[in-house]
Structures are given as structure tokens and as C-alpha cells.
């Protein structure tokens, strides 16, 4: 019988508020004394919400998972069908609970007016970051996560991270290849919602892998998808998606088509970034095509 971590509660029993309790919200006066009260105000209700919504969708969560533990432990030996139900049902909720995470950063990312903060970064370390990040939610649906290429050669987190020993001054003079202007506190975030949208998208078996180009004036990062198993989907899903990066309403009336809340995400923090987000194609072989999403980043922000 699979071994499970015992419930947060009873089923039914909603989750603690203490979990996930919010942070002390300022006085009205203390932020009329800021000088910038509506903004602040505004995002600071965004939160509040957004937590508070995060709260009662993992309470649900928590029932769930409470029900499934209590039918796993009523068995000596689950039945081979009921096994694989209370796996998905699992599965499903790691899922579920990922997404409630996404989803909280990215609304609270969008309401937030605050202005960029710029400072040079690594564009090759945060994507070393983002996908150490996401890796465990890539192997929680089957899909291999390919190591980053930077320029055509694979590289390891122990790559971007700062050593004293021979050769670290090499490594730093190839870091500043893939520097740009960023705000780190936005600009992180972007990287992993870009890179969980295509792990979600993957099939089971299927792959996603990172690249960065370096360019006189820009760094180029790629993110391959896992070829789709309708081959006439690859093209659907170009036209769709730079419909969607170029703001372009579709043509002859026809609905858009919905994107997720992470390309949402992707394309404001881009846009934010003065970074241009375009569709790509990678294969020649018309069953073999695979959609790639490129965020051009430029090395240097036009202050206006």
C-alpha cells in the first residue's frame, strides 16, 4: 500500500487561517501619510483577496486529499483500480495547488503599479534558476526538462554559481554575455510562469527544453515545446499565439483563443521590459514541428 502523509485535517475540515494568514495591513492614515495612498491601498486589497480566495480553494483541496487518505488506509491491499484513482485524485491536487500558487503571485504581479526597479542581471542564471524551480513539477507529469543551452552548449547550475577556484574570472567575463536591465523582482517570475505554461502543455513523455542566444543588442531566450501529437496543431497554435504576443485581434470575426493566465502574466512583464515575445517553429519536417516561445530582451532600457 503506498505509504501517505497523514491529512491536514478531517475530511471536510477547511484549513487552518492561521496557514496562510496575511500580512498586517497599514491604517489608512498611515498611508495617507505616505503620500501614495490609492496605489498602495489598491494593491495591498488585491492581495488580501487574492490570499483569502487561495485559502478557500486549498481548504477544498484539503477535504479531498483528506477523503482519498482515509479510502487508501481502509484497505490492506487497494484494488489495482481504486490504486490508480486515489493516484490521480493526488495527482490531480498537486496540480491544482500549483496552479493556486501561479495563479496568486501572477494577479498580485499584474495589480502591482509599482515602478521598475532596474538593475543589471544574468539573464543565464535566473533561467538555471527557474528551471531548478519548476524541475520537480516537470517530473510530477513525465516531461523531461532538458539542462539551459546558452549558445548551443548545455549548461549546469554549478555553472553560474560564483567559485574561487581557477577559472572563475572566465566564468564571469561569460556571464556578463547574457546581462541585461531587469527589475529581478518581476522579471524572475516571468521566467517560471513562461517555463510552467509549457511544462502544462507537454504530454506525458514529452519534453521542454531552454535556450539563450547571445546578440549585440539583445539576449534571445527560447523555450521549446514538446511537438504536439496532431501535427496540424503546431500550425493552430503559431498563428494563435502571435495573434496573441502582437495584441492582434483575429481575423474574419472568429473568437480568440483563450491563452493561460501564465502567458497573461508573460506578456505584461515582457511588455514591461521593453522585450519583444514572438512565436517560433523548430524542425523542418512538417510531423515533426515543434512551437517555440522567444522573448528578445534588450541588453540596455531606454529611459524616457
Known sequence: MTQL???????????????????????????????????????????????????????SLNAIQSWAYVLDRAFDTTPAPAQRALDGIRSGMQQQLALIEEMEEGVRLLADEAPPRWQQLDLRTLALQAIADRRHAAEARGVLLSPLSADGSAIWSEAATPSSAPGAAADTADAATYRIDGDAMRLAPLLRHLLVHCIWRAPTGGAVSVHLFSEPDYVKLRITESPPLDSQRSASRLTALTDFFGRRPPQGGETPSRQSSALLLTRRMVEMHGAVLSAESDGCDSDKVSVCIAVRFPRHMRLT
Do not use: M
Open 5 to 59: 502523509f497523514p491529512p491536514s485535517g478531517l475530511p471536510g475540515t477547511p484549513e487552518p487561517d492561521s496557514a496562510r494568514s496575511p500580512a498586517p495591513q497599514a491604517s489608512n492614515a498611515q498611508l495617507a501619510g505616505s503620500g501614495s495612498a490609492q496605489p498602495v491601498r489598491s494593491v495591498q486589497e488585491v492581495s488580501t483577496l487574492i490570499e483569502q480566495s487561495a485559502h478557500d480553494l486549498r481548504s
